[in-house]
């Protein structure tokens, strides 16, 4: 159990907008650590998506984009295409625990 | 273009030690970044291991500290991860990582292609 909590589930259509949310504490997220996001597609490596809460690494489309707030983060995807499907983790700092994944989101495009 | 690329035993006994090396080509090893390791058990989330500097300077994960070791050789353009007293539960892919540089954590922007290591007698 990871103290990043994501939905372990989330679906939508193409074209669809989807956001992957991403809940932590006082002692993570909330004690203002940055919040970066990661796409894993079946049988690759993950591959960065987001950094350091909003920024996106040159090549992510701006389809892509992050937020955060208080102590939580959301990733949103906007526009969704099927290879977009896959697993999504956030990663963060916590001041007991040092760095930390969530659990994982994956994603199913209808 | 920076490429990393994981190398070992694919299989080890428990009790044992796993050794794997991270090959680093299209980059300098002994630039401001971090190098490191990232594991994933299959089916299940992502688990940081640690990371080096060109420096020697090591930041381990607290669960894992005990049984970790980390290493960075420049002349050859590799680093490497060796854990000790290894059980079924270290089985897994390990992905070596280039990490970005800023305030805790660091990111991860590169990534090897993984490699699965099974512990098993």
């Known amino acids: 159990q990871s103290v990043l909590t994501q939905p372990p589930s989330v679906s939508g259509a193409p074209g669809q907008r989807v956001t992957i949310s991403c809940t932590g504490s006082s002692s993570n997220i909330g004690a203002d650590f940055d919040v970066h996001w990661y796409q894993q597609i079946p049988g690759t490596a993950p591959k960065l998506l987001i950094f350091?809460?909003?920024k996106r690494p040159s090549g992510v489309p701006d389809r892509f984009s992050g937020s955060k707030s208080g102590a939580s983060a959301s990733l949103t995807i906007t526009g969704l295409q099927a290879e977009d499907e896959g697993d999504y983790y956030c990663?963060?700092?916590?001041?007991?625990?040092?760095?930390?994944f969530g659990g994982g989101t994956m994603l199913t495009v209808l | 273009q920076v490429q990393l690329r994981e190398s070992g035993p694919g299989l080890v006994k428990p009790s044992g030690t796993l050794s794997l090396t991270c090959g680093v080509s299209g980059d300098s090893i002994s630039r401001n970044n971090w190098w490191g390791w990232v594991r994933q058990p299959p089916g299940k989330g992502l688990e940081r291991i640690g990371e080096?500097?060109?420096?020697?300077?090591?930041n381990y994960s607290p669960s894992l500290e005990s049984r970790v070791t980390i290493s960075v050789d420049k002349s050859k353009r590799q680093f490497s991860l060796k854990l000790m007293s290894v059980t079924a539960a270290d089985t897994a892919f390990y992905y070596c990582?280039?990490?970005?540089?800023?305030?805790?954590?660091?990111?991860?922007?590169?990534w090897g292609q993984g490699i699965l290591v099974t512990v098993s007698s």
């Open positions: 350091g809460n909003t």
């Open positions: 990663q963060s700092f916590d001041s007991t625990l040092s760095v930390m």
């Open positions: 990582v280039r990490a970005g540089l800023g305030p805790p954590p660091l990111y991860y922007d590169h």
């Open positions: 080096i500097y060109h420096s020697g300077d090591t």
